[in-house]
């Protein structure tokens, strides 16, 4: 059976626009093929900040209780990486780029030798082979017009996550969310399309 590792990052509580989208999302996906969901709430259960007392853990050699905590922890969100055949995050935009309890996140499992190796020619991801649907939710338009260059959330996303190997990434945006209840309701279902019509292509593709 198909594995799907949800991640969500809002900090909006039921009101929150990515997480009804990462829902639908999962309801389209297994109802097109059955999987096992995992879910990784950062909004309500996030994972700590590195700091002096438990980087070492993450990046170093863990000795003190707090650096082992932190190791188990990075262990155990790279062990959810790597047992998903499909990812999917639910990422709002946060001043231009992502909400610090997903970069706390990345944080944890971008790990030398775990996620990815250094060669000699270069960083190398190391969890190819795996499909990451990220959806994001934003007050104002950033695909197109003069935001564009602003928008440090998308490329950030992509560079993020393909130094891990992972490549396969369709990024589905709900924008304008801020833009009045009409424009809401017109994201939010275009949107839902979108990922229904996704879930449909990997069900054949399958
Ligand atoms: C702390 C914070 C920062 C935000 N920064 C931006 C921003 O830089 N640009 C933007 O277009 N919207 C910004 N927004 C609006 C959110 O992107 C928008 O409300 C989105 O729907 C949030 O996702 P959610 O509904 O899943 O919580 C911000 C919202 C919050 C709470």
Same mark, same amino acid.
């Given at each position: 059976?198909?594995?799907?590792?949800?991640?969500?990052?809002?900090?909006?509580?039921?009101?929150?626009?990515?997480? +009804?989208?990462?829902?639908?999302?999962?309801?389209?996906?297994?109802?097109?093929?059955?999987?096992? &969901?995992?879910? !990784?709430?950062?909004?309500?259960?996030? &994972?700590?900040?590195?700091?002096?007392?438990?980087?070492?853990?993450?990046?170093?050699?863990?000795?003190?209780?707090?650096?082992?905590?932190?190791?188990?922890?990075?262990?155990?969100?790279?062990?959810?990486?790597?047992?998903?055949?499909?990812?999917?995050?639910?990422?709002?935009?946060?001043?231009?780029?992502?909400?610090?309890?997903?970069?706390?996140?990345?944080?944890?499992?971008? !790990?030398?030798? %775990?996620?990815?190796?250094?060669?000699?020619? /270069?960083?190398?991801?190391?969890?190819? /082979?795996? !499909?990451?649907?990220?959806?994001?939710?934003?007050? /104002?338009?950033?695909?197109?017009?003069?935001?564009?260059?602003?928008?440090?959330?998308?490329?950030?996303?992509?560079?993020?996550?393909?130094?891990? +190997?992972?490549?396969? &990434?369709?990024?589905?945006?709900? %924008?304008?969310?801020?833009?009045?209840? %009409?424009?809401?309701?017109?994201?939010?279902?275009?949107?839902?399309?979108?990922? !229904?019509?996704?879930?449909?292509?990997?069900?054949?593709?399958?």
């Amino acid at each position: 059976m198909n594995s799907i590792l949800v991640i969500d990052s809002a900090a909006s509580g039921e009101a929150s626009v990515s997480r +009804g989208l990462v829902r639908a999302a999962v309801a389209a996906l297994t109802a097109a093929a059955p999987a096992r &969901v995992v879910t !990784r709430d950062l909004g309500t259960d996030p &994972v700590p900040h590195l700091t002096e007392a438990n980087l070492a853990g993450v990046r170093g050699t863990p000795a003190t209780e707090a650096e082992q905590a932190a190791r188990a922890l990075s262990d155990q969100l790279i062990a959810e990486l790597r047992a998903a055949d499909t990812i999917v995050i639910g990422a709002p935009m946060y001043n231009f780029s992502i909400p610090t309890t997903l970069r706390a996140w990345f944080d944890h499992v971008l !790990r030398a030798g %775990e996620t990815f190796r250094y060669t000699e020619a /270069g960083p190398e991801g190391l969890l190819a /082979g795996k !499909r990451v649907i990220v959806i994001e939710s934003r007050g /104002g338009l950033y695909s197109e017009g003069p935001a564009q260059a602003i928008d440090f959330q998308e490329p950030y996303l992509r560079h993020l996550l393909g130094f891990m +190997g992972l490549t396969d &990434v369709t990024f589905v945006r709900a %924008e304008k969310i801020g833009y009045g209840p %009409e424009a809401r309701a017109a994201a939010i279902a275009a949107a839902t399309g979108t990922l !229904r019509g996704l879930a449909e292509t990997a069900a054949v593709a399958a």
